[in-house]
């Protein structure tokens, strides 16, 4: 498969963390006053693992690093991150029973989620007309709804150790529209309005909010 290079370096360069060595002056081998990336096993979870985006960023930051938990409905399609050791989870993002114990057991088992990585979501075409609303619905539920509801179990979490970073991937179709997408962009420029008012309010507890707004990527997103 093939996946946007600049996505994941954009993504992973927000993660990073700038820092000085605390080494004395005139020690051997100090990197006083370098820059260097740290890497402090950060806790990262993530929406959407079993294909597409979100297995591939949890590849890229298990590679960096991360205890990374990828979640999703379809555990079984998950099993190569596992074997690469991912920490896999089930969880459906229209149930909130299923987001609420996932988020607790990473809690009970590190005390902390340091990376939201909101990622699951689909698109549905179709004339507005004829698109059934339970249809429309269930759009807005994985995409907007679940997404704001696994923000609210993270929050508390980041706001006692003020800090973390919620990634919330939106899409193009947040800033355009096309015929027959009424119902997915709706749930886009939803999510963009949003994550820049979530921005706002989690600001002064140390929480940065990033938007990810991909193109084409070549993934199982319309299934």
Known sequence: MHFCGAYLRGMLNSFCIVGKSLCGEGQPNCLSDRIYRINMKKIALITGASSGMGKATAIKLLEAGYIVYGAARRVERMADLKERGVQVISMDV?????????????IQEHGKID??????????????????????RRQFEVNIFGL?????????????????????????????????GGWYHATKHALEGFSDCL????KPFGIDVILIEPGLVKSEWSA
């Not at 229209?94 to 990473?106: C, D, F, L, W, Y």
């Not at 509801?149 to 800090?163: D, E, F, Y």
């Open 148 to 180: 704001a509801r696994l923000t609210q179990l993270v929050l508390p979490s980041m706001r006692r150790k003020k800090s973390g970073k919620i990634v919330n991937v939106s899409s193009m179709g947040g800033k355009i529209y096309t015929p027959m």
């Open 199 to 202: 921005r706002f309010e989690v």
């Open 94 to 106: 229209t149930n909130n029973e299923s987001m609420g114990q996932a988020v607790r057991q990473i």
């Open 115 to 136: 990376v939201l990585i909101n990622n699951a979501g689909y698109g549905s075409y179709g004339a507005i007309e004829d698109v059934p609303l339970e249809e429309a």
